[in-house]
């Protein structure tokens, strides 16, 4: 009844594409208001410009921006990524941006790092689970090594030893170097492909790495072990009232116990009748 007209008519296809159309304006004519967010206002820095003589009037881009990596020491200094418009550098907060790779043949970019304890050294992960390393802040490239298969979305430096080095590889596996990146071993048998890998804040003895399993070492990356997560969370007994409150800040998802301190997460497709027993 709400897509009805007062006559009882279903409004006409056209209505619909000037309705798009004036919302699409109203967004554009606002587009200011609402890049702004709670945490604070974001604007485009580049790279957006380019210098291709043989392009002919065609605008090449840069590809989509994949990687990011920023010197800790120095914020002006910031180096990035695109899937295949190579390698980026600005040095002045992204006012000016350099290319630093128009002369390889291989412009695939998935992930960048610059090592913490060199800022000449940066460090790029390609498709085909290659790495490539540049000592001269990007000015030459060479190949450093080869993990197998698979896209690399993530390199990892220990800050208080650049020789101790990690790596996810999508596709390919997890792995950890102790030679700065020459050669890689798997961390576990069971790690065949990988997302992500992070040291835990402030102790970087303890690692955590993601892929088709969740990987943890405390030993510095000597050793990795993995655990089914499910099996790693209990049902809390709660003692006295067994009732529960749905959470004001997010019903649609938590739920508190009256007494204890354990959280119970649920969902609900249908609201006709609210209350779910969960102990």
């Given at each position: 009844?709400?897509?009805?007209?007062?006559?009882?008519?279903?409004?006409t296809?056209?209505?619909?594409?000037?309705?798009?159309e004036?919302?699409?304006?109203?967004?554009?004519n606002?587009?200011n208001?609402?890049?702004?967010?709670?945490?604070?206002?974001?604007e485009?820095?580049?790279?957006?410009?380019?210098n291709?003589?043989?392009?002919?009037?065609?605008?090449p881009?840069?590809?989509r921006i994949?990687?990011?990596?920023?010197?800790?020491?120095?914020?002006?200094h910031?180096?990035?990524?695109?899937?295949t418009?190579g390698?980026?550098?600005?040095?002045d907060?992204?006012?000016?941006w350099?290319?630093?790779t128009?002369?390889?043949s291989?412009l695939?970019?998935?992930a960048l790092?610059?090592?913490?304890?060199d800022?000449?050294?940066?460090?790029?992960g390609s498709?085909?689970?290659?790495?490539?390393?540049?000592t001269?802040?990007?000015?030459?490239?060479s190949?450093?090594?080869?993990t197998?298969?698979?896209?690399?979305?993530?390199?990892?430096?220990?800050p208080?030893?650049?020789?101790k080095?990690?790596?996810?590889?999508?596709?390919?596996g997890?792995?950890k170097s102790?030679d700065?990146?020459?050669?890689?071993?798997i961390?576990?048998?069971?790690?065949?492909?990988?997302?992500?890998?992070e040291?835990?804040?402030?102790?970087?003895?303890?690692?955590?790495?993601?892929g088709?399993?969740?990987?943890?070492?405390v030993?510095?990356?000597?050793?990795?072990?993995?655990?089914?997560a499910?099996?790693?969370?209990?049902?809390e007994y709660?003692?006295?009232?067994?009732?529960?409150?749905?959470?004001?800040?997010?019903?649609?998802g938590?739920?508190?116990?009256?007494?204890?301190?354990?959280l119970?997460?649920?969902?609900?497709?249908?609201?006709?009748?609210?209350?779910?027993?969960?102990?």
């Open positions: 009844l709400r897509n009805m007209d007062e006559n009882g008519m279903l409004k296809p056209e209505f619909y594409y000037n309705e798009l004036n919302y699409t304006q109203y967004l554009n606002n587009s208001v609402f890049s702004k967010t709670a945490q604070g206002t974001w485009e820095v580049g790279p957006t410009y380019w291709d003589d043989n392009s002919n009037g065609w605008n881009g840069v590809g994949t990687s990011v990596s920023v010197e800790s020491a120095n914020r002006n910031i180096i990035v990524g695109a899937d418009g390698v980026w550098k600005t040095v907060g992204g006012t000016t350099t290319v630093l128009d002369n390889l291989n695939r970019v998935s790092t610059i090592n913490p304890l800022n000449t050294n940066y460090f790029w498709a085909n689970g290659v790495i490539f390393t540049s001269d802040s990007g000015s030459t490239w190949l450093l090594s080869d197998g298969d698979g896209t690399v979305n993530k390199i990892l430096i220990d208080t030893d650049d020789t080095m990690y790596c996810s590889v999508q596709g390919g997890i792995y102790t700065s990146g020459v050669t890689w071993t961390i576990h048998a069971l790690a065949t492909t990988g997302y992500d890998v040291f835990k804040p402030g102790v970087t003895s303890t690692i955590y790495a993601t088709n399993r969740y990987f943890k070492s030993d510095g990356g000597a050793t990795f072990t993995t655990e089914n499910l099996s790693m969370y209990q049902q709660v003692s006295g009232t067994t009732n529960w409150d749905s959470a004001p800040s997010n019903q649609n938590s739920v508190l116990p009256k007494t204890g301190n354990g119970g997460l649920f969902y609900i497709s249908n609201y006709s009748n609210p209350v779910t027993r969960l102990v």
